[in-house]
């Protein structure tokens, strides 16, 4: 399982801490340094479920600098996958990929319900 955070994210540390104490083994991806690429971003999105502006971090200093609630409904979801492959700080985190599912950001229940007993 990999996991996809940004160590300062006070949530990426919560999430974090949920999976070390339920034991659940995971790799650790730093997001800033390893940026998430536009196949794994595509593949995440499919598998995720979820409509592609929930990978966006809406509440993001740098989604707010470049007006992007404005600017994405008129984007591509290329154009979109494009966007977020340039910079980690545009992924909402943390994620977590899993063998046939997507975890976006940290909801404990959600967490609990796919990976307990992983």
Known sequence: MLFVQYPKCTT???AKKWLDTHEITY????MK??????????TWHASSGLPLKRFFNTSGMLYKEKGLK????????D??????ATDGMLVKRPIVVGDGFVLVGF?????EEKLAGK
Do not use: F, G, I, V
């Open 12 to 14: 990426c540390q919560k």
């Open 27 to 30: 790799e650790d991806r730093h």
């Open 33 to 42: 340094e390893k940026n998430p690429t536009y196949e794994e971003l595509k």
């Open 70 to 77: 404005d600017l994405l409904p008129a984007m591509s979801e």
């Open 79 to 84: 154009e979109q996958y494009r966007l977020l």
């Open 107 to 111: 909801k404990e229940k959600e967490w």
